[in-house]
């Protein structure tokens, strides 16, 4: 689908317009529910996802621009860079992939709910006691975005604002005292996402969009040990993500 | 920073049983006395009537004048006689705005929840008694209270109250210098002062990489820490917490300093967490604290005798409760290597003493002092949290005359598997201690006694093996051992493994004999100070974890184990059962693990034929443990043929690093029921299973 006049079943869009915010939400409550087996749970974060998805779903709801928004897909493929912060530039660049959903329609604004993922390894600095370690990192960056197109012309700059979810999934392997070890562990962290670019064929059915978008999270330390454990300490830090690729709509 | 000398330089001690007044005086114990105590029925006891008069608890005079233990009736004989004593002395006025004392409850069964708990927390309201902390977490029929002490016979006089005794604490574990050679090590010390064990466990060379034990956590628990806040950022680091859990004034010891100081030295940039106790209930409220504080380490350098050695009791499930929230605990293994016997209870010949030696002997020697003899024996068996069903008493001798019994203090009916017994006498020359068995079939109790003064039991009576203080016996804690830093030798005081079930314990040990800035403490001597070498070497290793990724990567417990046992060195001529993996050496390098390996080579209508691989170094085990599926040690497989072992593992481990020892046993010597057991190495904890069918 396309802004060619179409519109999509209001009900469908009407549900849909509703799915950044239980996106969001959710998230938002496993990230501060994301605490470790055997340490403490936040019993206030447990009741503040629910609240706000509630809160959200109600003010989509009562819009009436969003409800009669034009449903549209979207995919596309990026370079990605971990750009510091926690996340080291140890860690090599890799292709990211990504699948959205979007909103849009006559006005210069539109939005989009995406799922990325990418995979990317490093060998980091280790003490001298241990050997071999790697590090495999997944990231699956889901994102609620809007976005803004600066001309009507069929070439247009654009730029584009979010926030979103990451999930970080995290593998270690290592050898020490003779043995070979992996352990992992999981996380989710709240991240605020800025990018900028071209759209081609924006009156199109198949609109392409160049560009990149800056991702960054705010990130608690965390540790995890062989035997399963994990747990917070140390300073808050951030990470950040760069990613520069096509996208395409339909 | 340095400290006044103290007046009296040997180790002031601290009763495991005894409690404080919140006056920070010290509630008065019966030494040298013979005197039985009787315990009046409780069927006996006339009500006990409590009024309140003008906000304040007006008792009976007949309760506030009890000073005869037979009014006490649940009431410890030793509390009833302090109580006594704190009135008569009219010091206080018996009310209840006198000092309060924390004392310790044994609830009866039916109070520990539901309606009828409410009903006696009322009538603990009553007489204004406060309930400190949560019950032990494996008893929870044991409170433990503070209390005015004028209520105490009322307390003992509730239906649902069944044993008021003093608090269950720790003690430091004795001293093992002689004190005129303390004496003569005492000086003034200026400056930094550092361990002289750090070049030896390899200390500079991590901390030259960096590895400085950076925003690692440590917690220290300790009867006092006097004197700590003048250290902090010089002996101590720039992050200090200290926190007291127990209700007396701050304790005037430093021994809880001077093992921050040892840490500080190994890991400088650690962030150290003092929790100050005396009880067991403080030493669980202390672990919470530690746990909500992300603390990664403790320390710990007492000697409790609450267990049984077998890796039971209230402290044992302490450590098991801080492994799973991912604490190392790390514990000296204590100081009672000449002073410890333990055995069998048997009563063969029925006239109530237990037969301690070979041969039916019912007493042990006792090594007498040149002049003045102070004696004091903790007798303990493995009935743990509560003996109910069974009763000991432990008594002191000189030849065929009573200087003491544990039965003044505790009384007959004292419901905890612990008795002490204190003594100071002149011209003793043959001392023993005698077992008395009170209640209950004394056979199959495994009896322990521990000399807790610093002196010795007799050379052919005592036992090493098993002479471990709890909470080393734990499986989930880390045993320290003491070798000297200055001989380079297993210091002849270090407590001996295995524990009551067969595990291998010390796991390791550390240098003593090191300096610290304390005046108190000029040469850090035992295995409270090997405790916090390792407790700062762990907190080295944690500190070099790795970071980068969306987690950092630090080593588990296994792995820290894993690691202190691959670089660890093991002390030439010394038993394994006494220095465990070896002295601490801390890892430069990547670490080969080399494992003892246990199998079962031969099966037949005879016996079991087992191959054990052992490390070069050390001696191998003399016996393999047998042991049921309870875990209880049942048989023993003697040590057989041993020749080098074959080349193994694909790491650079040379073959010759390894001996492989024959063990048998034979089915003829060791009867046991058809089951499953397991043949276990004390020494590196390998074990096999295997199916008795003769």
Redesign the interface.
């Known amino acids: 689908m396309s802004r060619d006049g179409r519109t999509g079943a209001p009900w469908q869009a009407s549900w849909l317009a509703h799915l950044p915010a239980a996106i969001f939400t959710a998230g938002f409550a496993r990230f501060r529910m994301a605490v470790v087996p ?3 749970a936040d019993g206030r974060a447990r009741a503040v996802g629910p609240a706000l998805l509630l809160a959200l779903a109600l003010i989509g709801a009562s819009t009436p621009e969003v409800a009669a928004a034009e449903l549209g897909a979207s995919a596309g493929g990026a370079w990605a860079l971990p750009a510091g912060g ?3 530039d ?2 090599d660049g890799a292709p990211l992939v990504r699948l959205g959903v979007t909103l849009g329609g006559a006005s210069p604004w539109s939005g989009a709910i995406s799922v990325g993922l990418s995979r990317t390894e ?1 060998r ?8 071999n ?1 790697e ?1 495999r ?1 997944r990231w699956i960056p889901i994102l609620a975005e809007a976005r803004y197109r600066l001309r009507t012309a069929t070439r247009s700059p654009y730029v584009s604002c979010g926030l979103g979810l990451w999930h ?3 593998t ?1 392997a ?6 070979d ?1 992996e ?1 992992d ?1 999981s ?1 989710t962290a709240l991240a605020a996402s800025f990018g900028a670019g071209l759209e081609i064929g924006g009156s199109t059915r198949f609109p392409l969009r160049l560009g990149f978008r800056a991702e960054i999270a705010s ?1 608690d ?7 399963g ?6 300073d808050r830090r951030t ?1 950040s993500w760069i990613s520069i690729g096509l996208e395409i709509e339909g | 920073m340095t400290e006044p000398a103290p007046a009296d330089p040997g180790r002031a001690r601290r009763s495991p049983v005894r409690p404080q007044a919140m006056s920070g005086r010290r509630v008065p114990a019966s030494r040298g006395s013979t005197a039985q105590s009787t315990v009046r029925p409780r069927a006996g006891r006339g009500p006990c009537t409590v009024t309140r008069a003008a906000g304040c608890l007006a008792l009976p005079p007949f309760l506030l004048l009890a000073s005869s233990p037979a009014l006490g009736g649940a009431l410890e004989p030793a509390l009833a006689r302090a109580v006594a004593a704190e009135h008569v002395s009219g010091v206080t006025s018996p009310s209840t705005d006198g000092p309060r004392w924390p004392v310790t409850l044994v609830v009866a069964s039916d109070a520990v929840d539901g309606p009828t708990r409410a009903r006696l927390e009322a009538a603990l309201a009553a007489l204004q008694v406060e309930r400190k902390g949560p019950a032990l977490r494996d008893a929870p029929r044991v409170w433990e209270v503070s209390a005015p002490y004028a209520v105490l016979h009322a307390l003992a006089d509730l239906e649902l109250v069944d044993h008021v005794t003093r608090v269950l604490g720790p003690q430091l574990p004795p001293d093992p210098l002689p004190v005129p050679a303390l004496a003569a090590a005492t000086e003034a010390r200026t400056g930094t002062v550092v361990s002289e064990a750090l070049e030896e466990m390899r200390v500079p060379e991590l901390h030259a ?1 960096g ?1 400085t034990g950076r ?1 690692i956590r440590i917690g220290v628990v300790d009867v006092g820490f006097e004197a700590h806040r003048e250290r902090i950022g010089s002996e101590l680091p720039e992050t200090v917490t200290y926190r007291r859990f127990s209700d007396a004034e701050e304790s005037n010891q430093s021994h809880g300093t001077a093992c921050a100081e040892v840490i500080a030295d190994v890991a400088p940039e650690c962030e150290l967490y003092l929790a100050e106790i005396a009880s067991s209930v403080d030493l669980q409220e202390a672990l919470d604290w530690f746990i ?1 504080e ?1 603390v990664e380490i403790l320390s710990h350098s007492l000697a409790w005798f609450l267990g049984g050695g077998d890796g039971t009791g209230p402290i044992v499930e302490l450590t098991r409760a801080a492994a ?3 604490i190392h605990w790390v514990t000296s293994s204590g100081n009672f290597r000449r002073s410890f016997w333990q055995g069998r209870a048997g009563d063969d010949d029925r006239d109530g003493y237990v037969e301690l030696g070979d041969g039916g002997d019912e007493n042990i020697g006792i090594v007498p002092g040149t002049t003045t003899t102070s004696i004091s024996l903790v007798l303990n068996w493995n009935a743990w949290p509560l003996s109910e069903g069974h009763s000991f008493q432990i008594e002191i001798w000189d030849g065929d005359t009573l200087l003491g019994t544990s039965a003044t203090d505790f009384g007959d009916d004292y419901p905890f598997a612990f008795r002490e017994i204190a003594v100071t006498s002149t011209a003793v020359r043959d001392p023993n201690f005698r077992i008395r068995a009170i209640r209950g079939d004394p056979a199959g109790i495994q009896l322990r006694v521990f000399r807790v003064d610093g002196g010795f039991l007799a050379e052919d009576e005592r036992v090493e093996a098993g002479s471990l203080a709890v909470p080393a016996d734990s499986p989930h804690a880390l045993a320290v051992g003491a070798y000297s830093v200055r001989t380079t030798g297993l210091e002849s005081f270090s407590s001996h493994g295995p524990t009551g079930a067969g595990l291998a314990k010390p796991d390791l040990v550390a240098a003593d004999a090191v300096s610290t800035s304390l005046p108190r403490f000029p040469r850090f001597v035992g295995t409270s100070a090997a405790c916090p070498h390792v407790a700062g070497a762990v907190a080295l ?1 944690l500190s ?16 820290v184990g ?2 202190l ?3 660890a060195d093991p002390l030439a001529g010394t038993e394994s059962e006494a220095q465990g993996w070896g002295r601490l050496r801390l ?8 494992r003892s390996r246990l199998r079962l080579a031969a099966a037949g209508p005879d016996g079991f034929l087992f191959t054990l691989e052992h490390r070069v170094g050390t001696d191998p085990p003399p016996y393999l443990g047998i042991h049921d599926v309870g875990g209880r040690r049942v048989a023993g497989a003697p040590a057989g043929s041993s020749r080098p072992a074959s080349p193994r ?1 694909n ?1 650079p ?1 040379a073959p010759h690093r390894f001996v492989e020892v024959e063990y048998t046993l034979r089915t003829s010597s060791a009867p046991l029921p058809n089951g499953r057991y397991w043949a276990v190495d004390p020494v590196s904890g390998a074990s096999v299973p295997f199916y008795f069918q003769p």
Do not use: C, K, Q
């Not at chain 1, 290592?174 to 043995?179: T, V």
């Not at chain 1, 330390?221 to 035997?227: I, L």
């Not at chain 2, 890892?587 to 080399?594: A, C, K, Q, R, T």
């Open positions: 055997g340490r403490r926690a996340i080291d140890a860690y490093a980091p600095s280790h003490p001298v006691f241990v050997e370690v590090s990192l970080l999934r995290e270690f290592y050898r020490l005292a003779g043995n070890r352990t562990g996380r990130l330390a965390r540790t995890v040990t062989a035997d454990t994990a747990f917070e300490g140390g990470a | 990489l590895i925003g909500a992300d799973d929230e991912g290793l070099a974890g790795v970071a980068g990724g969306a987690f950092d990567l630090h080593w588990s417990r296994e792995e894993a690691l046992r691959g670089s890892p430069v390098g990547p670490v080969e693990m080399e593992g790491g481990i």
